[in-house]
């Protein structure tokens, strides 16, 4: 899976400051292992799961043993066996045993948002509808996360509020109306991507006469959205959004609806099972 040179940057700082947070002064329990012995660790996947967050691992582990030695049994974004060996790692004890739980912690992390990706991207795999992730992240960690989500098959919302308008119903209520709220972002910044969040048909009617290309449906039943999907009929994009979850995600993907949001890959992850153990030591 390809990074993005924000998210290269994005995993320099997320590795920096995790590392920094969990060996603060230094490795106190470390320094218990003889500074000249080196060893072998596997990590073992206790489940099966999606992998995510290679790099941010492999990164964690090379911060404190530059010439470690990495044998990858699966690459981002396919699934891994339980009670499969996902990694095997040489390197001196000492900085084995400092990057273990933040290399750990990113695994852990991102396959978990990746996992739960896929899951819903497997249910509604026979319509045409797209998975798309929120701004619902984890603090310092958004560009991996979206990255976690690509890896489960899922598809990227906009990053933040500086690449794209998501116009809600408070910058709405702020401007004055749609209409002004449209016409300001078009003055501003032509070239951003532009989409409304509606709750209401005569809502969506005004986007549609202002020529916005995607509407956010906000909290609309299923069967409301596939009324709305027969009047658009293919003239703007339409994204359902609020509340979804596993049991009513299908019924939106089958009316037609071209993309549902769900904030719940990221925010309501379930971090997967595994751990690492020391196999050999040597001199």
């Known amino acids: 899976m390809q990074l993005s040179e924000r998210e ?20 106190i329990n470390a320094e218990l292992i003889p500074a000249g012995q080196k060893g072998t660790a596997r990590i073992i996947a206790r489940q099966e799961f999606v992998l995510a967050g290679r790099p941010w691992a492999q990164a964690s582990f090379l911060h404190f043993a530059p010439n470690a030695q990495m044998q990858w049994c699966a690459n981002d974004g396919e699934t891994v066996q339980a009670n499969s060996v996902l990694l095997e790692i040489s390197a001196h004890s000492r900085a084995l045993l400092s990057a273990e739980r933040t290399a750990l ?9 990746a996992t739960t990706t896929a899951h819903y991207v497997r249910l509604i795999a026979h319509t045409k509808t797209k998975l798309l992730d929120t701004r619902k992240t984890l603090p310092g960690l958004r560009d991996a996360q979206k990255y976690a989500v690509r890896c489960g098959g899922g598809f990227n919302h906009r990053i933040g509020l500086f690449d794209a308008f998501l116009l809600k119903e408070n910058h709405i209520a702020a401007a004055g109306s749609i209409r002004a709220a449209v016409y300001a972002a078009r003055e ?18 005004e986007c549609l006469s202002l020529g916005v290309p995607r509407v956010l449906l906000d909290n609309f039943s299923p069967e409301q959205t596939a009324e709305l999907v ?19 995600l299908i019924a939106y993907a089958e009316v037609g609806v071209d993309f549902i949001s769900i904030g719940s890959l990221t925010k309501h992850l379930r971090a997967v099972d595994l751990s690492m153990r020391m196999v050999t030591t040597y001199s």
């Open 8 to 27: 290269q940057e994005a995993l320099a700082r997320n590795v920096e400051n995790a590392i920094a947070e969990d060996i603060g002064s230094g490795d």
């Open 105 to 113: 912690n990113f695994l852990q992390t991102l396959s978990g948002t």
């Open 188 to 205: 501003l910044y032509p070239n951003r991507f532009l989409q409304v969040e509606v709750e209401t048909r005569a809502q969506l009617e």
């Open 230 to 248: 027969r009047f658009v009929a293919g003239r703007m994009e339409l994204e359902s959004s609020g509340g979804i979850d596993e049991q009513s």
